[in-house]
């Protein structure tokens, strides 16, 4: 299986979560994310993923030193349902201010003059299933993360609650200060974990309104999960969650495959 994660070659108007992946707290200050899932054909996986990292991995970085953007990344899911008609890229895209003028985000001909847009191009090789607007909230890491080593793959687990910001403040309340001491006294192999808060579209249809990620550094690390036996748990609050979760979160992996950051 071949293992990969996000870029965004996408015009201005489709931009999306800056969840994580070559994370610091700095890619968690106060902004909106774009979440944008695609399908791309798994036989042209491998030409998307290279113009995604050679060419659009460069134009968001040149927007982040601009401070126009502060997170780019690029996923590729591991395994999942349906397939051939789910989305298998994800890109997040976390922006300071969506209401600057952001026109000229992701134009490449200024990155490089001399490449023909015909080489460079993947919106026209992918399809655009879905779009959400989130807000970065938590953040955990592991004392002295090294980002390239320990963020690798991440789980993103996707609540629906009765009370989405009830339900994220008790994350960052129990949670985040158990899963910091768990992983700097390597009870567990998780390597960082983060939430956020969907702010659109929300109701109708919508099966999750905030997520939850998890980083790790192997596949494997990502789907066993182990925990030390002598590790306690924040029971109290994780009944509290529990109390007000409509439903058990979906959890899906991706490959982080590529990010760019504030240097």
Partial sequence: MKK????????????????VFNCSTTVHAQGITVYQYRRVDPAKMDEFLKRETTYWSKVA???IDGGKMS????????GGVDE????????????PNMDADLSGVFDAAKVFPGVPMSKMDTYGMSTVLSEYFLQDQGWQEIAKANPDKDYKYIKMNYHNSTDPASFNAIEIRNWGPFIKAAMDKNQTVQKAWGNAIVLSPTGGAMKFNCLSYDL??????ALLEKWSPDTKFPTTGLDSLQKIAVSPPMTFIY????????K
């Fill in 4 to 19: 990969r994660i996000l870029s965004a070659a996408m015009p201005f108007i489709l931009c999306f979560i800056g969840l």
């Fill in 61 to 63: 970085q040149k927007a």
């Fill in 71 to 78: 997170f780019w990344a690029v996923l590729a899911k591991v």
């Fill in 84 to 95: 051939l008609n789910s989305p298998n890229v994800l890109f997040v895209n976390t922006f």
């Fill in 216 to 221: 790790y550094p192997t596949l494997q690390s």
């Fill in 255 to 262: 490959q982080i495959v590529k990010t760019a950051t504030k």
